[in-house]
């Protein structure tokens, strides 16, 4: 009796070849974070201030501004991947082996000097976007959203829990920043007039804020720590740059773009200038309904939330690492560190009941110094062949690199002669 070989069905065959499809995209999606933290973390409060006066003042004409600084943070971001694939320990540990102990400790404590001011505007923007949503006091609301953020410090793999919050954070963000703009219908043909770059009158001041809250040297520099997170080596380069380092810089650029359209449609609308998220909620209401505005609200609250969790743990792990104590969210000084980053920011908010200006303006002042320190270092250490290997900068990789530190200067020197010099 001879034995029936049945022949394989097109099902059989079908569910073969999608099997190295499918594991490919699960590849895919397991190597999305640490770039998507990055751009949480520039996507805050004060990112969608800027757009909103962009939008309301100028319309569409400044979302030029938006593609050309997302593009010079890719190139930043792509070389701080690769430096946190290369370096044994951590970037600010490299930084001190290569440069000198002085230059990591002083990378390490200047981001988190920023980190610690920019808590104070987190906490108000997390309270005021929940206020927003169900109402209350934006005060007591800021409360609760710091002890829900202090929570996640609690768990003992706190890396990848904020990794995983963020990128579901940012999910949501997109689809309700989507989801206002179609509501607030703007002029699309204004909107892409507005990719081509020019400098309306008196914007100028407003570009540089455009550029330093989308151009974000501190984020860019984190983004090593979570890549070195994840153990990723040279094989997984590739792939991370087509899954994260991408996708997670363009993710906030196009929601600020969007952010800029529903300003200048609420502007069309209201006819009159709007200067605040607060005003923007108003004018949005009667042009896209209740659902519309809480659609947009819900939007700036993951912006805020998104912005106070990575805050901290940037600040956390940046510190911890520049004095010689972990790189990694886990050790008891980072911990330590983001929750003090954190008690800062409510504290600061209790204590003045609004948003301090005075604050915002020095952490403004103190970027000034930073973040042209940060850019130099991530090209300078991106460029070194001894640790880069086959992963070192090349020629046109130095030159975005060079143009992005020109713009971060350029951004210093006038934001120094703003705060100091008039």
Not at 84 to 103: C, F, H, Q, Y
Not at 331 to 345: M, N
Not at 373 to 381: E, H, T, V
Request: net charge neutral; aromatic share 8%.
């Amino acid at each position: 009796m001879t034995e029936r070989v049945e022949s394989p069905t097109s099902a059989t065959i079908a569910d073969t070849s999608e099997q190295p499809a499918t594991r490919g995209i699960l590849r895919m999606l397991a190597l999305m974070g640490p770039a998507f933290v990055a751009g949480a973390w520039q996507f805050g409060p004060g990112n969608l201030t800027t757009a909103v006066q962009a939008g309301s003042g100028y319309l569409y004409t400044l979302i030029w501004v938006i593609v050309v600084s997302t593009i010079l943070m890719i190139f930043l971001t792509d070389m701080s991947v690769r430096l946190g694939i290369r370096s044994p320990i951590s970037l600010i540990a490299s930084i001190k082996d290569e440069l000198g102990t002085w230059v990591g400790v002083l990378a390490g404590v200047g981001v988190f000097l920023i980190t610690l001011c920019f808590s104070v505007g987190n906490a108000v923007g997390s309270g005021l976007g929940i206020s927003l949503l169900v109402g209350g006091s934006p005060v007591m609301w800021s409360v609760i959203a710091t002890i829900a953020v202090g929570a996640l410090f609690l768990l003992r793999n706190v890396y990848q829990a904020v990794e995983r919050v963020l990128v579901v954070i940012v999910a949501l963000m997109a689809v309700a920043f989507i989801a206002s703009t179609f509501a607030a219908r703007p002029d699309w043909g204004a909107a892409a007039a507005g990719l081509i770059p020019t400098i309306p009158e008196g914007s100028t001041l407003l570009i540089v804020a455009l550029v330093g809250t989308n151009l974000s040297c501190n984020a860019a520099f984190f983004t090593a720590y979570g890549t070195r997170e994840h153990a990723r080596t040279e094989r997984d380069y590739r792939d991370l740059t087509i899954a994260d380092t991408i996708p997670g810089i363009v993710a906030p650029g196009i929601m600020t773009a969007l952010v800029i359209a529903v300003a200048a449609a609420a502007l069309g609308a209201a006819g009159k200038p709007v200067t605040s998220i607060v005003g923007l909620a108003q004018v949005f209401e009667p042009l896209a309904g209740a659902l519309g505005a809480k659609i947009f609200a819900l939007g700036f609250l993951g912006a805020a939330f998104s912005s106070m969790v990575a805050n901290a743990t940037a600040g956390g792990i940046m510190l911890s690492d520049g004095l010689g104590r972990g790189s990694s969210a886990g050790s008891p000084t980072a911990k330590i560190v983001a929750g003090a980053i954190l008690a800062f920011g409510i504290g600061v908010t209790l204590a003045f009941q609004s948003s301090p200006v005075q604050l915002i303006v020095v952490a403004q002042a103190l970027t000034v110094f930073v973040a042209p320190i940060l850019a130099a270092l991530i090209i300078l250490m991106a460029n070194r062949a001894r640790l880069m290997g086959a992963l070192k900068n090349t020629w046109w990789q130095n030159v975005f690199g060079g143009l992005a530190l020109l713009s971060v200067v350029a951004l210093s020197v006038r934001l120094f002669s703003t705060l100091f010099l008039t």
